[in-house]
């Protein structure tokens, strides 16, 4: 017995035989307890838990109502980077009509696997709520919820690379391949300093620097460049994961198959807590660039015709492993480019761009009013903050606290979005049939009407149709709703308004205006998907009233993850919104 199991032993086992006797009282569903109710923890069980993970329990608290940290609250309340380290914040600080961000009970600063088995063991005893966060980014609230104990993996931030990874239980004489070793409480920025911008290779996160590396593999994992590298649950080979009764596992394709799988996607915090990840990572690219550009049309009649030739640039063109993120469409009829490209030159990549742009050249009715503009850099570079400061570009900005890591960096459109109180957000995958010659005028006619209710985007990378077969096959092993195989796109229709945080200096919460913004997004929604009915959602990025949420998120796959739910958590004691079980 090596010094994890006995460990752990050692943890759970005294623990087991009271944990047997609320066997009835865990399942959730409003069953576990309330301050005030009998049997809830005193201050005296609270500090034995404490004792038992080596004094990292704390009451967390909003530092905005704190008057010893209120001043440097307000000083970096609009850094992404201060609210991740804040137990008592969320990145959004409330979604109408569903949640409003609210500190936990308590909170474990988790720096091992032992330590969360002793929580979860203890929690399930007492019957108190878990909760698990990472990066905080959750728009369904699985981040907060008050009356919890919150598991906070914040400090079980590594990253290491390793050039040849067998997942444990292979058979003897497999090939390994180069990986990395991921902590549960890194976000992304984290890992693509270790193994891009220091180690030369590329590992599929996501887009938001600040998120974290965990939770976006259980939900899916989309990134800027996933046609050409898939998932971040596509390229996990490997996890270190609790389970509901207390067991620290490794699980990969041949221990705890189905556990490992349905961590790829099957949605945050429902199977176990993950405290590692170990990822596939890819020869980097030469060069990543960037295209931008407005461009408007002069009437409704025009502006269909250019969405139109819009969706057909992108099947004969775009809709392929190098090209990635989105295009907006507003009701104004003006289309935004923020699109990306790996694996090309800046002249290849203009070439592929050079037939749309004859067509609009051609054609007097459309101007363009941001100029059309493209550019490489290199990809080593891509999160590299110092390239950037060194350039005098701004669009990359760092954590702007004293001591902050130096290749801590955010993009700098993300900090609008810090406490964000959500008003309805949407999300729909858009099958390849849409872009067929005798759809495409349909869906165009579908893209300008649902914009004039409220305009959207179609993120591009959120769809696998057009990625290589291989990368096909791996996102085919995952928990995810087969549709995204077929998808080009995914629509996402959202509306929200400023931050919401308690204490925030002439903080208002508009609901009349949110219901608004429910109201226009809904309409929005309802008319784009009349041509793509029972269009699957996104679990991390999708409606917190999403309607027949487990087949929008997992399509065919539910039944396997049912039972994967009844085999590794049968009491629920991991219960999160839209998830299984």
Known sequence: MDRRTLLKTALILPLLPLAAKVDA????????????????????????LNRQVGGRLSIPKNPLLDPATREDALAHIGNQFYVGDQPGLTQTGAYYRAWTSTPSARVLAAESAEDIATA???????????????????????????????????????????????????????IGVPAAHVGAGAMWIDAYHAVTTVGGRYIQGGGCTTVGCAGFTNGGGFGSLSKGFGTGASNLLEAEVVTADGKIRIVNAFQDPELFWALKGGGGGSFGVITRLTFRTHDLPEQIGGVHGRIEADS?????????????????????????????????????????FQGLSEDEAKAAWQPFLQWVAGRPAYTWVKPFWLKAMPARHFWDLAFYQKLGLTFAVPDDRPGAPAHHMMWAGDKEQVGTYIHAYTSAWLPSRLLQDNQVET??????????????????????????????????????????????????????????????????????????????????????????????????????????????????????????KRKYDPEGIFAVRNGIG
Request: glycine share 10%.
């Open 25 to 48: 009282f865990v399942t959730g569903g409003g069953r576990w307890l309330k301050p005030g109710a009998s049997g809830w923890p005193t201050d005296a069980d609270w500090d034995a």
């Open 300 to 340: 409704d009649a025009s502006f269909v015709a250019l969405v139109a030739q819009v969706l057909r640039h992108f099947r004969e063109n775009l809709c392929n492993p190098h090209w990635g993120e989105q295009i907006e469409f507003h009701g104004d009829r003006h289309i935004d480019l923020s699109m990306l």
């Open 120 to 174: 979860i063991a203890w929690a399930r005893r007492r019957r108190v709520r878990l909760v698990v966060r990472g990066g905080g980014h959750s728009y369904l609230g699985a981040s907060n919820a008050p009356d919890s104990l919150l598991i906070w993996t914040r400090r079980m931030n590594t990253v290491e690379m390793v050039d040849s990874f067998v997942p444990k239980g292979a058979a003897s004489g497999s």
């Open 443 to 564: 869906l165009a006619t579908a893209i300008v009407e649902a914009s004039r209710e409220l305009g959207f985007s179609l993120h591009f990378n959120k769809g696998l149709f057009g990625a290589s077969a291989e990368t096909l096959a791996q996102a085919r092993d995952t928990a995810m709703n087969p549709d995204v195989l077929d998808a080009f796109a995914l629509a996402i229709i959202a509306n929200g308004g400023p931050a919401v945080f308690e204490g925030l200096p002439g903080m208002h919460r508009d609901d009349a205006k949110a219901q608004q913004g429910e109201d226009a997004t809904r309409k929005s929604y309802a008319r784009l998907t009349r041509v793509a009915p029972g269009a699957g959602a996104y679990f991390s990025e999708s409606d917190f009233f999403q309607k027949d949420y487990k087949k929008a998120y997992w399509g065919t796959n539910v039944p396997r993850l049912a039972a994967a």
